[in-house]
């Protein structure tokens, strides 16, 4: 699959798509040896690598190789595990410090009854998820975990965080707030 990648960058009729992947390849870190899950993931990374970060995202906790990463799979409603609803805030869309220990423990009960099939199919399992009320960023619901997102998404730090880690990539490693904030 390495190989495979390094030669799509290498002769891409799409090379921004190809760099942009890579890009979130580093920024959506996730491992997995289960070569069927991996190359999943690498596709959905390719295929919303240009698109809208909202679909991105809620893509990306869906992945089989990511819920197997972040022990998605072991996160029910008696035992949330808290490794991917961390991951989502502090690596993913805001930073450190941009969120409490309180918003994490309630996003990992939205994000409880995340599961795959076989094959690394997306698989929803209601027996296992909190349908209870959370109070995910001072909001309460009966959130899962696309709505966790879409609280976080609405975050003026999420755009910032992003566009600050683009331009880092891109541009200049020492970051201009004026532009980022631009």
Request: glycine share 4%; aromatic share 14%; with cysteine.
């Amino acid at each position: 699959l390495n190989y495979t990648w390094i030669k799509q960058l290498i002769y891409s009729n799409e090379l921004f798509r190809e760099r942009m992947t890579l890009f979130w390849a580093n920024h959506f870190v996730c491992r997995d040896r289960n070569p069927l899950y991996a190359q999943h993931y690498n596709n959905t990374l390719r295929s919303f690598a240009l698109g809208d970060f909202k679909d991105f995202v809620k893509a990306i906790s869906k992945e089989a190789a990511m819920l197997r990463y972040l022990n998605g799979k072991q996160n029910r409603k008696n035992r949330p595990n808290e490794n991917f609803a961390r991951e989502l805030m502090e690596l993913f869309t805001l930073g450190e410090g941009q969120y409490s220990e309180k918003d994490i423990k309630e996003s990992a009960r939205a994000f409880t009854g995340y599961t795959h099939d076989f094959e690394g199919n997306f698989m929803f399992k209601q027996i296992q998820h909190d349908s209870e009320n959370k109070n995910f960023f001072n909001s309460i619901g009966k959130y899962d975990g696309d709505d966790v997102i879409d609280i976080i998404l609405e975050d003026k730090q999420c755009a910032r965080f992003i566009s600050e880690k683009i331009y880092r990539h891109f541009v200049n490693p020492k970051p201009n707030k004026e532009h980022i904030n631009a």
